[in-house]
Each structure stands twice: as C-alpha cells, then as structure tokens.
C-alpha cells in the first residue's frame, strides 16, 4: 500500500538523522509517563519507534484516503448556506478518520488525551498530510489552537477544551485578523469587555479566519478600552455555537476545502486566556511561531506533490519520439526542484527542531520553578534556542513558501499545456501554494522580521567555526563557495550599514536575507554530505546555485539601484 | 455485549505479482511477495468494531497461517481487536479449505461462547469463498454470505441485507451466526496510534521463541509471563493444543491439488470495421452469437 512516509526517501533520511534526546526526555518527564499510559514510551527508542510507526500510520492514511480524496474537495469546497458551514464531504471524512486515528491532539499531553508528541513529529506529519491535501492542513493544524490554551490557559480552562480537541469533537479557529488589522494586529479593534460580575463578552468583527465555524475560537481582542496599540489586547476562548455569526465564506483561488470565514461576534461569553493585555505581545507572537511553522510543512507537502505530478508527467509524456524527461531543460527543471525540496526539508527539520527545544525548555523551566530549583543555566539556553527559533521560523517561512511558488510553477510548466486544465493534480496545487507566502505573515513580512537577526549576524561563531573545519574531498571546493558567499555577506552589511538610509535598508533587507539564507541552508547540506554521498550532489548543486545567486545579491545591493525609491512618484506617476 | 470471532488471513499481494512466485507445485512462494490483510477480512473487522462500539462485548481476532501471519494480528489490535490468535503449524503447511475450515471450526469450539463469526468473503490468494461457508457447516450454525449491511441486532436475531446477482435480499436469523462480508460492505478504519503504540510490541510464542533463540539469557516460559502480564501475548494455538487429527491437516487433510496456475491475458487482436446501418448492426449481432458473447 502506498505510503508517504515509508515511500519518501528523504523524510526517512531526516527522522533517521534527528537527535530528539533532550527533546523526549523533558516531554516524556524521563519517562515516568510510561508508568500511567500504555502508550507512552519507556525509553528513548521506544518513542523514536512509537513516532515511526505513528508516522507511518500518517503516511498510510495521506496516500490511500485523504490524497484521492482531494480532487473532490476542491471541487466542491467548503460551503456557506444561512450562517452554516459545512465540509465538503471528503473534508469530512477527513477529518472523522484522523480523529479515529488519534491524530487530532499530537502535541497535547496524554492527561487530556493526547498524544504528546514533540512539535518535529507533529509537522512531519502535518508535511506528509499538506501532500495529499493541502486545504486539510489548515483544519489539522488546528490542534495548534489547543496548544495555546495548554500553554496560557489555566488548568480548569485546559480539562475544559483539550479533551475535545483530543477526541476530534472540538476543531478550533484563531481569529486574529480584521477587516482592518491584517498584518497590522495592533490595530485589532473587537471588544472584549466585563460585566457587573467581572464575566467576559466579545463584540465586534473578524475577518479571514481560517475555520471560524469551529467549534472553540480564540480570540484576540481589545480588554482594556481607550488603547490603541497591541498592549491593549489580550486573547479570549470561546464556543462558535455561544453567538459567533459567519456571515459569509470566502470564494477563493485555493484551498477550498478549508472555510474562510467573516465572523460577528454578538456579545459572545468568553474566557479570559492568560494575563490581560499580553494577548499580542506575548501569546499572538508565540503562537505565530507555530503557525508559520504548520505553513511551511503545508507548502512543503504541495512541492512535494507538485515534484510527484511533474516527475512522472514527464517520464510518462512523449514528445519527438522520446519521454520528455530525457530533454536536458526538463531534466534541468526537474532537478532544481528536488534540489529546492531536499534543502527545503534541511532547513525545515532543523527549524522544527529549534522549535521543538525552545517549547521543551521553556516547559522545564517552569517545572523547575514550581519545584524551586535553580533555572539561570536554562535561562541562559533558553535565550539563545530562542533567537535561533527568531531567524530559522521566518526564513523557513519566508523560503518553503517561495519555493512552493516555484515549484508547483515549474511542475505545470513541465506539464505543458495540460497543466493548465483542471484534469491534472498540479493546477489545483499551483492554486493551492499560492497563500502559502501570504497567509501568516507574507514573504515581506519574514524579511522584516528576519532583518534583526541577519544585521546582527546571529549565526557568525557557527559560520566562522565551521569555514575553520576540514570536509571531505570535493567538498573543500564547497566550502570555499560558501566562505565567498559570506565575504559578499560581509560587504554588503557594511554598504548597507554606512549608506544611513532607511528606505535603502529596507529595499536592501531582501538580498541581505537571502545571503544569510544561503549560508545558514549550505552549511546544512554540507553537514548532510558530510554523511551520505547522494547529499552530495544536492550540496553541490545547492552552493553552487547560491554563489551565482549571491553575487547577483550583492551586485543589486552595490549598485546602488534602490536610490530610484526616492522617485518612487514619478516612476509610478499615472 | 456480544462477542464476536474474525476470521483473517495474510495473504501474498496479488495485485503487485512480480518475478517467478509462481512453484512448481502449483502453489505460490508467499515468501517472495508481499505479505498483506487480506482486504475483505478486513471489511469483516471493522463490521465486529461497529457491533462493540454499539453494544459492548468482545472481539477476538483468529488466523491460520506461518508465522509471521502475527503481522495481521497486530494490526487488528491497532484497528480495535481485544485479541489476537495465531493457529500455527508446520504441519498446517499445504492445507485447501477443506483442512482450513478443520482447523478453523476447531479452534473456533475451543474459544466456547461467542455471538458473531465474521469473515471476509474470500481470501485474494485463492478466490474461493469456501472458508467461511465450510467452517460454518462444521460448527452447525446458521450462515449468510455476501453480507452488504446489517440493518438490526436485536437481542439474539440479526437482520441483515445480503448480496445477489443483480440485487439483494434481506435475511433474518438467530445468533450465532457466521457472517462472509463483501468489500464495500463498509470502510476499514484506519489504525488508532495510541493502539498502534500500545500493542506494537506483541508477540506470538513462535516470535518469542526467536527472541529467545538469539540470546541465552532468555527463557521462553519466563518471556512468554512477562508477555502475558503485559497483555501483549499473542496467543498462539498448535496442533497439539487443538488435539487435531492429523489426517485432517495441511497437505494430508487436503484433497485439492493445485494442477497448474497461469497468467491469462485478455488483450484485443483483430479490428473489423461495422458499418453504422441496420446490415451493419445484423452482421455485429450475428457475429457476437457466433462467439458466445450474447446469447
């Protein structure tokens, strides 16, 4: 039977390579939990085989059920019809089999029927799911929404909610956006205000939000009336079915199996979440993490399917007596793109991991507190796991989404003109990939919130540790591309810097980023062709791609080109 | 509360057939495919689930086969099965459904009460659809195959609708009964991974008995505890825990022998062209009666 997780060389490659030691241990309370569950692990290798048998049981369910599926969910999409929403039937399908499977609650603790399993496994699958369905991505990684309460919310809140999230009964919704306050959050108006008996209520409008009929809503709202920035806003849970209107649903180019809703909400009972007033600054922002996380895997799984349909179109498709696979533009083609989905992967797995650490000791260092044990050496790690998770989570966002783009383009480029017709999977996934570099904050976005990182060279002790480090033979020569490419990287900081000019930093942030990009991912591919001799080629290719690339980046930078945003008016002149 | 038996096999993956399976005795060498459940046993579980997320009660979930037939087993724990059992012999080995549904009905007698049989309407390896049938005759109770849908379970009586040959008909008798369940009947669940967690370390006494093969410091009694205190013991039934006539097992108790499996293609050859008119249509009617397509 086919599988996407036993039948996908270069997953098993990753959850061979991940070193989750630290990671477990702290999730599984060195495997204490073993003593009340019977799924729980009694060791470190028995939980790397429960996460490998449970991804293969993700694996199984995404090809044979939720992939044919697919079509048909598109087709007949999510519906609206007098304030219900309903799932296309596949979607619903969908998504009783996954809670059948256990799957609804990953990361959630075992106490409430979860899985408890490390955020690396969760967006192993959540890649593998993405694959066959990327519309299902966003009703799966949902769960996320459980997780935020876990975190903020208190214990009654927790036994309240994450049950349901566990079972399936409950799917959720984060509504953040506004019709106003899109990728500008501090500008989020709804109200949230008190009773005489100090009862929460929500009033007011939000708009683009991703499964807004679901069943448990957190909300971000305004508590503390008369602020206008994010330091008036805190996060609220509540039940759709308390008052939560969808107005409508929205008609789109993709993902159709996943309802975007416009949402009034009529003075609807709510539950204060954490602190008040820390619902931007702090929860939003960490929950953000996560998502942009959720949607790398989702335009991971769509580059994935993509490359699939492509590969095998052209193996298939004759043309001039010979299987179009065989033309070196089309072989070309098609080995960029697994390149770009191999090093998307390296960089993504390792983001996840930053990720995973970051939850893991955080949790640790609260433990420890209730304890009254000493916290400042995991303080200190904590700070530095936490600026890595600033710079790997928006470049993974920023790259996976933008390579998504690319290479679904490329797949119905390779498909030729019936790529254009909606007979072939790869028109709908080239729809599907395409709100990927938006939603969560767009490409745009990634960069200005990379920028802090890049200018302040986070990443420099590694590099110059490993541009200090012997490799294996031909791989010198890689090194040495990569040690160009921070020479570049290194100039331009400097040009960019003494130009004092914010605008130009701004325009410049892009090529600046994607230098830093290409050596935080070379390194990576090198460690992997360190290892395994067919990563060599994908190093080889990558590094060298990158070179002419940054020296591009560099050229663009240098030339001074961006001074004409000056005379943005007159270029732009109607 | 009913308890209910399945009836699984590990069969060889016919649809990907590939290399020289095929022995000179006529039957396959499943050890050069893929083994996998049997896809209407399958069915046939999921039908037992259904029953015990209605009711309550018991499934127990039986083969007869090598053993890595434990494979299987497994995987109805993963599914929902309470518990799995492997009958399991050499001297099973070669056996036609004659001698199977011998062993089958034994073992099924030896279990004591049970509500339900179920089983899937044939296996893929060998297209029968005499299993199930021929157990049931063994035991004397009543059977409905091609079952398409239960429609009630009351108290000691099903009703239950059964496929036939350009339609269906709706069936009623009294428990116990033997179930054969068609592909469609219903969709298999997919496995619960805290089950799969749970029980993918069971075993069977021939799979213990090879853990304790390789490293002396294991005893098989002492495993085969440790198992059981777990609940992780596949239980594992022999000829001689069955006290089965030996006569009536494997290649002795079989009176079918395999003369000869080919691979038949139906490929088109000939092309003859039909004139749209009636002459045209007359000569295709005639031609087609000629070849025994109609009439």
């Known amino acids: 039977m086919a599988n996407f997780f036993l039948e996908n060389p270069d997953l098993q490659f990753h959850f061979n390579r991940f070193k989750l030691e630290e990671i477990v241990g702290i999730a599984e309370d060195d495997y204490e939990q073993s003593r009340t569950y019977r799924y729980a692990p009694v060791n470190y290798a028995d939980a790397i085989e429960n996460y490998r048998k449970v991804l293969e049981v993700v694996g199984e369910l995404a090809a044979n059920r939720i992939a044919p599926r697919a079509a048909d969910v598109d087709h007949e999409g999510a519906q609206w019809h007098d304030g219900k929403v309903s799932y296309a039937a596949g979607t619903q399908k969908n998504l009783e089999e996954l809670s059948q499977a256990d799957l609804m609650g990953m990361i959630l603790p075992r106490k409430y029927g979860g899985l408890n399993f490390p955020f690396t496994m969760y967006m192993m699958a959540t890649e593998m799911i993405s694959r066959a369905d990327a519309s299902l991505m966003n009703i799966f990684g ?52 008190q009773n005489a008996e100090g009862k929460w209520f929500l009033k007011g409008m939000k708009r683009f939000i991703t499964n807004g009929n679901g069943d448990v809503l957190v909300v971000l709202a ?130 996840a991991q930053v990720v995973d650490r970051k939850e893991k000791i955080e949790e640790l260092i609260e433990k420890r507190k209730e304890e009254g044990k000493p916290v400042t050496e995991l303080v ?19 790259i996976l989404t933008e390579s998504a783009n690319k290479i679904t383009y490329d797949a119905l480029q390779i ?110 591919l090198l460690d992997e062709a360190e290892e395994n001799d067919r990563k060599v080629f994908i190093a080889n290719r990558y590094i060298l791609t990158s070179l002419a690339s940054a020296r591009r980046n560099a050229e663009s930078i240098k030339s001074g080109v961006f001074t004409d945003l000056l005379h943005a008016d007159s270029i732009l002149q109607v | 509360m009913y308890h209910s038996i399945v009836l699984v096999k590990q069969v060889p993956d016919t649809a990907n057939i590939t290399g020289n399976v095929m022995q000179d005795d006529g039957t396959v060498n499943r050890s ?24 309550g009660g018991k499934i127990t979930v039986m083969t007869m086969g090598p053993p890595r037939a434990s494979d299987i087993l497994r995987e109805c724990l993963y599914m929902g099965a309470d518990e799995g059992v492997l009958i399991s012999d050499r001297k099973f080995a070669g056996a036609d459904t004659l001698a199977t549904s011998y062993v089958l009905s034994e073992a099924i007698r030896k279990e004591g009460s049970y509500d339900f049989i179920f089983a899937g309407r044939q296996a893929i390896d060998g297209d029968t659809a005499q299993v199930g049938p021929q157990t049931c005759e063994k035991l004397g109770i009543p059977q409905i195959t091609y079952l398409e849908e239960i429609q009630k379970v009351e108290g000691k009586t099903l009703t239950a609708k059964r496929k036939i040959e350009g339609g269906y008909e709706v069936v009623r008798c009294t428990l116990p009964v033997l179930v054969t369940v068609i592909k469609d009947a219903v969709e298999p669940r997919p496995f619960s991974a805290k089950r799969v967690m749970a029980f993918k370390g069971a075993k069977s006494l ?21 198992f059981e205190a777990r609940q992780l013991f596949i239980r594992t039934l022999t000829m001689d825990d069955l006290k089965l006539d030996a006569d009536r097992c494997g290649v002795h108790g079989s009176p079918t022998k395999v003369y000869k499996v080919e691979s038949v293609v139906l490929a088109g050859g000939d092309r003859e062209m039909i004139e749209p008119t009636k002459t045209g249509l007359g000569k295709l009617v005639d031609k087609l009666m000629e070849d025994h397509i109609l009439g």
Do not use: W
Request: hydrophobic content about 40%; some cysteine.
């Open chain 1, 142 to 193: 949902l769960q996320d929404i459980g997780d935020t309460i876990r975190k903020f919310g208190n214990e009654a809140q927790r036994e309240e909610f994450l049950p349901g999230f566990c079972t399936g009964e409950y799917t959720g919704a984060m509504a953040l956006t506004e019709p106003d306050a899109g990728s500008d959050l501090q500008a989020v108006k709804l109200q949230a205000y």
């Open chain 1, 222 to 351: 305004r508590s503390e009336s008369g602020t206008k920035d994010g330091r008036g806003l805190s996060i609220f849970a509540c039940y759709g079915r308390d008052g939560v209107v969808v107005r409508r649903i929205e008609n789109k180019l993709g993902i159709h199996g996943s309802p975007t809703c416009e949402l009034q909400f009529n003075d609807v009972p709510a539950q204060l979440v954490g602190s008040r007033k820390f619902g931007l600054i702090k929860y939003t922002i960490d929950l953000m993490y996560r998502a942009r996380m959720g949607v790398s895997a989702q335009a991971l799984g769509i580059s994935q399917a993509a490359y699939e349909e492509a590969l095998v179109y052209a193996k298939d498709r004759v043309q001039f007596g010979k299987s179009i696979y065989t033309f070196p533009a089309v072989s070309n083609m098609l080995i960029e793109m697994r390149v770009t989905l191999e090093m998307n992967r390296s960089l993504f797995y390792r983001a």
């Open chain 1, 380 to 398: 200190q790690d904590l700070r530095q796991v936490t600026a890595m998770a600033g710079l790997m989570t928006p470049l993974s966002k920023y």
């Open chain 1, 415 to 524: 498909h030729g003109g019936t790529g254009y017709m909606k007979e072939f999977r790869v028109e709908r996934l080239a729809r599907d990939a395409r709100i990927t570099n938006i939603y969560e904050g767009t490409s745009q976005l990634q960069i200005v919130a990379l920028y802090g990182s890049v200018i302040n060279d986070i990443m420099r002790a590694e590099f110059e540790k490993n541009e200090a480090r012997e490799y294996r033979g031909g791989l010198t020569q890689l090194a040495a591309s990569l040690k160009e490419i921070r020479g570049l990287f290194i100039d331009c900081l400097r040009y960019v810097n003494e130009k004092k000019d914010k605008t130009y930093q701004e325009v410049a942030a892009k090529d600046l980023v994607e230098l830093y990009g290409y050596l935080v991912i070379g390194y990576l």
């Open chain 2, 32 to 55: 050069k495919l893929p083994a996998i459940f049997n896809p209407e046993d399958r069915v046939a579980l999921e039908m037992a689930l259904r029953i015990k997320d209605q009711f």
């Open chain 2, 206 to 226: 021939m799979e213990i008995e090879k853990m304790a093969e390789g490293n002396s410091l294991l005893y098989v009694d002492q495993l085969r505890h440790e």
